[in-house]
């Protein structure tokens, strides 16, 4: 059974593992480490920005443990503030109607690609 990516207005996010959709848009990985098992050549990213993906102390701290995820999505709001990769991410969206911004995590509610899509599009509205 295929997971659907959750949309959030131009940015949705999406398992890396689940397959290629031709509405995906530009797919950018935005995690820090490239996803095990994964063959690059299989994965159709047209970006892999690991420099948005959250620091490597602060992915340990939360190590995937949902609850942590409050904690985890203040500090990475805080690091996404004054990371100069998201004005990439937004530069991006302006060329492209979508983004999915792609992860490895299994829990496809609590984890970085989440919250960036959530900070992305409250920066494109403002």
């Not at 820090?32 to 992915?59: F, I």
């Not at 992860?103 to 989440?114: D, H, Q, S």
Request: charged content about 30%; overall charge neutral; aromatic content about 8%.
């Amino acid at each position: 059974m295929r997971l659907m990516g959750q949309l959030w207005g131009t940015f949705g996010v999406k398992r890396i593992y689940e397959p290629p959709a031709d509405d995906d848009g530009c797919r950018v990985l935005v995690d820090r480490l490239w996803p095990r098992g994964m063959p690059k050549e299989g994965a159709a990213v047209d970006l892999w920005l690991k420099d948005v993906a959250p620091s490597t102390e602060l992915r340990k701290e939360f190590n995937h443990r949902p609850e942590r995820f409050a904690d985890f999505t203040e500090h990475y709001r805080r690091e996404l503030d004054s990371n100069p990769a998201v004005g990439t991410l937004l530069e991006l969206a302006a060329g492209h109607p979508r983004i999915t911004l792609l992860y490895a995590a299994r829990n496809t509610e609590a984890n970085n690609a989440v919250v960036l899509a959530d900070y992305l599009r409250g920066r494109a509205a403002g």
